[in-house]
Each structure stands twice: as structure tokens, then as C-alpha cells.
């Protein structure tokens, strides 16, 4: 291994140099051929619903990991985006006679609306205050919907019965399926193509070193607004096609116990990483469902399991992976002139680090 690091000449914006994740066309088709045939190949309906909701909570998990893996904003609020978007889209196929084409992102623009209004006094707080205020604001959100005797939102019981996609007979699951499956896809292919954006640098770079980002003028209140409304929107995408596939928005997609659940799912998969969240969603998922019988165990294992992995891989499953496959390659050619990026397969991005040159 080479000591020499010249900085390399081409673009400012090299892919290898920023330490940008790095596609894998090849592995990503056939994990996207597997999820589309998956309908086919399942054991049973149980398993494709619980394969339809993980592809709607993968949609969820990306826009998190934006702000929180990315970003490193401590937001706690994201379930509420979540919430309002399935509640927006169940106004609106009630009280209005709109298609879920047209619902999904006016919930979407909702959700971002909502967001964009919380950066603001986050803006002025910094690691376990802002966790404080976003927290707080989802329960405030949740409690207004218990308590609101209205009848808009159905109170504690929720809003049902509007329809949803309107699919009907034995391939209806599928299709609601193909669905959250294609918003998973998009919503990746959305947070991919921001990181390797200088808004992802910039985001990445006040992550790490926000000093040496404000200095070389990227504002954090420019940033910090349009990465709460850019996730603000996916979550309340993400929670419209909730709703219109379970046909149904309840105070409980909001609290304690499911934002504890999704931040294991990333932390698990790999929080900051592209493939991470999708990752620890599927397996956290599908254990959840061979525990379904017995929820005293499950919760137990779903601890234990976060416990183990904060242990023994505290940057999750994804980045641990990564870095023994590179130390294989690396043992089966040992002539190669290896750097330190070539140790992952989504390597951290050094976003402030190219700056600082």
C-alpha cells in the first residue's frame, strides 16, 4: 500500500475523490428483478403484506436517513410528516373527489410545508434540543388528532373506508405491492442523486465540520431548510401511499414504539449509507413477522439484536459488510495499489475534507 496521497487532478466533483457511494448496476438489478417477482414467489399473503409494508416504511426510512444519516440533524419529528401525509391524503379522497395520483404529492407538499415551517426554530438549536423540539412536535401532532372530536380526523379511531387505490381481487395486494415497491426505488434513487450533489456536500460537510463549512459559505440555514423540506416531502409521500394501500391513517403511525422501530431499522442497516435502511427494514420486518405470535420475545429480540449491532458493528450491517468484502479483495490481490476509500463500498463521503483543501 502506496503512502503517497498527491491530490489527484480532473474534477472538483470526482466521484472516487468526495468518497460519493458507488453504484452497483449489476447488484442492484437483480435485487430489483427479486422484489419485482416477488409476488410470485411468496409463500403466502402474509408474506407479501408484510413485503408491502416494508417497501412503504424503506420509502420512510430514506427520507429519515436524509436529515439524520446525512444531514446529521437530530430530528425526531419524521413520524409526523409521516402521519400528516396519510392524514392529507384521507382528507382529501373523503372530502374531495381526488385520485391518489393527485393525492399522494399534495400530501407530499403538505408534509414539506410542515417541515420547512419546523427548520425554522430548529435553526437555532443544536444536537439534543432540536431531538427535544421535533419529539415534542410529533406528540403535539398525535395528541391534537386523539383529541380532535371534529370528526375530520376520526379521533383515536382514525379515517378508513376512502378507498384507496381501488384494486380489487386476488392480485389487489400485488398491485398495492408493485406500488410501494416503485416508491422505494424512486425515493433511493432521489437520496443517491442528492448525496452525489453539492447540496448533498454541503449537507455532508455541515454534518462533519460545520465550522469549516460555514467558512467556505454554505449557509446552514439554506441547507438545513431545503433538507427538512426535501425529507418532509418523501414522508408525507411515503405515509399517502400508506394510506391508500392499508386504506386507512390512525394516531398510531405516529409515537414511542414505531419511531424506536424505524430508527433500529437504520441503525441496524447502516445509518448515513444509501443501501443501509433498506437493508435493516427487510430484516427487521421480516423477523417482526416470525414473531408475530409471540410480541413479549419480539420486542426482546429486537433489542437484543440493536444491542448486538451497536456492539459489535456500531456503523451497522451495510458498512461492516463493505469493509470485510474490500479486506478480501484486498487479501486476493495483494499487488493493487489499495487507498483508504477502497476499504468500503460506501465509503463515509469526505465532503468537508475536499473542502478544506
Known amino acids: 500500500m502506496t503512502s503517497d496521497h ?26 430489483l428483478l427479486v422484489a419485482i417477482v416477488f409476488p410470485f414467489i411468496a409463500p403466502d399473503r402474509s408474506w407479501l403484506s408484510t413485503a408491502a409494508l416494508a417497501m412503504i416504511t424503506i420509502t420512510l426510512a430514506q427520507s429519515w436517513n436524509l436529515v439524520l444519516g446525512y444531514g446529521g440533524v437530530w430530528n425526531f419529528g419524521q413520524l409526523a410528516f ?10 382529501l379522497a373523503t372530502y374531495l373527489p381526488l385520485p391518489p395520483w393527485v393525492a399522494i404529492p399534495l400530501a407530499g407538499l403538505v408534509s414539506a410545508a410542515i417541515a420547512l415551517l419546523l427548520s425554522i426554530p430548529a435553526l437555532r438549536l443544536r444536537g439534543i434540543y ?19 372530536q371534529s370528526g375530520v380526523t376520526g379521533g383515536s379511531y382514525g379515517m378508513s373506508g376512502f378507498g384507496g387505490f381501488g384494486f ?60 427538512f423540506a426535501i425529507s418532509g416531502f418523501l414522508a408525507g409521500a411515503a405515509g399517502a401511499v400508506y394510506a391508500n394501500v392499508f386504506e386507512i391513517a390512525s394516531p ?8 424506536t422501530l424505524v430508527v433500529t431499522m437504520m441503525v441496524v442497516g447502516g445509518l448515513g449509507t444509501v443501501t443501509g435502511p433498506i437493508i435493516g427494514t427487510l430484516l427487521i ?6 414473531l408475530q405470535d409471540v410480541p413479549e420475545v419480539r420486542f426482546i429480540a429486537l433489542g437484543i439484536v440493536l444491542l448486538v449491532v451497536i456492539l459489535v458493528m456500531p456503523r451497522g450491517l451495510v458498512p461492516f459488510i463493505s469493509g470485510l468484502w474490500a479486506r478480501f479483495r484486498f487479501w486476493m490481490d495483494e499487488d493493487q495499489d489499495w487507498t ?18
Open 6 to 31: 498527491t491530490q489527484p487532478t480532473g474534477s472538483r466533483w470526482d466521484a472516487v475523490r468526495m468518497g460519493w457511494p458507488r453504484p452497483r448496476p449489476a447488484l442492484a438489478g437483480a435485487a
Open 82 to 91: 409521516y402521519a400528516l401525509g396519510a392524514y392529507a391524503a384521507a382528507v
Open 130 to 148: 432540536v431531538s427535544l423540539l421535533t419529539f415534542g412536535f410529533a406528540e403535539v401532532v398525535r395528541l391534537l388528532i386523539v383529541a380532535d
Open 168 to 227: 380489487s381481487g386476488p392480485h389487489a395486494l400485488s398491485a398495492n405491492y408493485w406500488i410501494g415497491l416503485g416508491m422505494a426505488v424512486l425515493t433511493t434513487l432521489i437520496l443517491f442523486a442528492l448525496i452525489r450533489s453539492p447540496l448533498g456536500n454541503g449537507m455532508i460537510a455541515m454534518r462533519d465540520n460545520p465550522a469549516l463549512a460555514a467558512a467556505r459559505g454554505i449557509g446552514q440555514r439554506t441547507y438545513q431548510m431545503l433538507v
Open 252 to 259: 398510531t403511525l405516529m409515537g414511542l414504539g414505531p419511531m
Open 285 to 290: 420486518s421480516f423477523v417482526q413477522m416470525q
Open 340 to 357: 483508504d476509500e477502497d476499504y468500503a463500498d460506501e465509503p463515509e463521503p469526505n465532503a468537508a475534507r475536499q473542502l478544506a483543501r
